[in-house]
């Protein structure tokens, strides 16, 4: 006989994105047809390794109440920023479900987390001064664990490697844990950021960006993507 399938819904969501503090200002902009891809010198040089300045960008610094989240200052001045938005926007998810974050202590709650590139890994485990707590504030498992440690929950917490596919396979993975009974609930997210043109330069080598900050789905004037940032 089959097992028991369990409904599935999603409850609440929290995000950062370019030019967009939260999701109602992206809602605005979108509905407005406002083009958040700018071309400045917020990440890199125009003309930088000759890729493409053009991109999606945050317009604000990345910010956390490390000793709120528990996180204590030496760990934190070397975490992993994606570990740091992952961390934060996961808890204002959950208020955006109206659930109170601490209610989930104990909990059979999953956390899954989507994960390809982090343009810090190499500077911070050539950094010799931050010995011991390197490879804790920079393994990508943290981006998942460092939430479900927060919080106390129990339930599986992973993060997924699937290139740009990946956010849709940890959706995927909530929704089959969840509808199989296997997990109560599930927290799903993923993050990227810019930090400097050498991924870009990589990309562009592989003919994947484009030129002109449009990226054409769909079109046969496909010629590429603009790179961005987004929680």
């Not at 950062?16 to 400045?40: A, R």
């Not at 934060?88 to 909990?107: C, E, R, W």
């Not at 994960?115 to 707590?133: A, D, F, M, Q, R």
């Amino acid at each position: 006989m089959a097992g028991k399938t369990y409904e599935v819904v999603i409850s609440g969501i929290s995000g950062i994105f370019p030019e967009c503090e939260s999701l109602d200002e992206l809602e605005v902009k979108l509905l407005n047809k406002e083009n958040v891809i700018t071309n400045d010198e917020r990440k890199w040089t125009p003309g930088e390794l000759n890729v493409p300045s053009a991109t999606g960008k945050f317009k604000s610094d990345i910010e956390l109440d490390n000793m709120f989240f528990g996180v204590f200052k030496r760990l934190y001045d070397i975490m992993d920023p994606l570990t740091t938005l992952s961390l934060k926007h996961s808890y204002q998810a959950i208020f955006d479900a109206g659930v109170n974050p601490f209610d989930l202590s104990g909990t059979n709650t999953a956390v899954l987390m989507s994960s390809v590139t982090s343009e810090t890994e190499y500077e911070c485990v050539i950094n010799n001064n931050y010995l011991g707590y390197a490879m804790l504030g920079h393994s990508r498992t943290m981006q998942a664990n460092r939430i479900s440690y927060f919080l106390n929950v129990k339930g599986p917490s992973l993060v997924i490697d699937a290139t740009w596919s990946g956010g849709m396979q940890a959706l995927q993975e909530a929704y089959t844990l969840i509808s199989k009974g296997i997990a109560d609930a599930a927290l799903v997210g993923g993050c990227n950021l810019m930090l400097g043109p050498e991924v870009s330069f990589h990309y562009k080598s592989m003919r994947r960006l484009n030129e002109d900050g449009c990226t054409k789905c769909f079109s046969a004037n496909a010629d590429g993507y603009t790179r961005s940032e987004g929680c």
